[in-house]
């Protein structure tokens, strides 16, 4: 049983039981930023992230996607790299985070040739913790939120247009958090 569970997760086919606190979000603007450390493809050799490591020294974009390598999220993704430097030069990191396993996020990263780092929350810890997963319990539901040097998050955007949503937050940054 316990081998059949961890092919599942493996593959990303398990399923994390959804309640309606896990689907509503619980944090607004304002917030602090829980703690987050997860398993993490991209970040030059280390094998996982912990965000406070950005505290004191960059803002956050934290972008929850539903599913590596579908139309959406490939859009999404690759705005943000092709804006990649424009935020560096903002002081913000870009983070991506889903529940696909640690291995569907090295193959997006190595397919799309992105230059962030993608965090594997497989278990649905963060997801749920947040309240960003789907009804359904098999993905994310595709939110973003904004977070200060402080820790603090300043905007979140509960709905997303992949076209659009990348300038979105570049102009926010620019006019809000830009020192």
């Not at 991506?96 to 993608?118: C, H, M, N, R, Y």
């Amino acid at each position: 049983m316990i081998r059949s569970l961890l092919g599942l997760l493996a593959l990303g086919t398990l399923t994390v039981a959804a309640t309606a606190d896990d689907t509503a979000l619980k944090f607004k603007e304002g917030d602090k930023l829980p703690a987050i450390e997860l398993p993490v493809a991209n970040a030059a050799g280390s094998k996982s992230l912990s965000l406070k490591s950005y505290e004191g020294k960059k803002n956050v974009v934290l972008y929850f996607y539903p599913k590596a390598m579908t139309k959406g999220c490939t859009i999404e993704s690759c705005g943000f790299r092709d804006k990649a430097e424009e935020f560096a030069k903002l002081d913000t990191v870009i983070v991506g985070i889903s529940i696909d396993p640690l291995k569907a996020q090295e193959q997006f990263v190595e397919k799309e040739k992105l230059v962030f780092p993608l965090l594997a929350d497989s278990e649905g810890k963060v997801t749920r913790e947040l309240g960003v997963l789907a009804k359904n319990g098999k993905v994310s539901q595709r939110v973003t939120f904004i977070v200060d040097k402080t820790g603090t998050i300043r905007k979140i955007y509960p709905t997303v247009n992949v076209q659009k949503h990348i300038n979105e937050v570049l102009t926010y940054i620019k006019s809000d958090l830009a020192k």
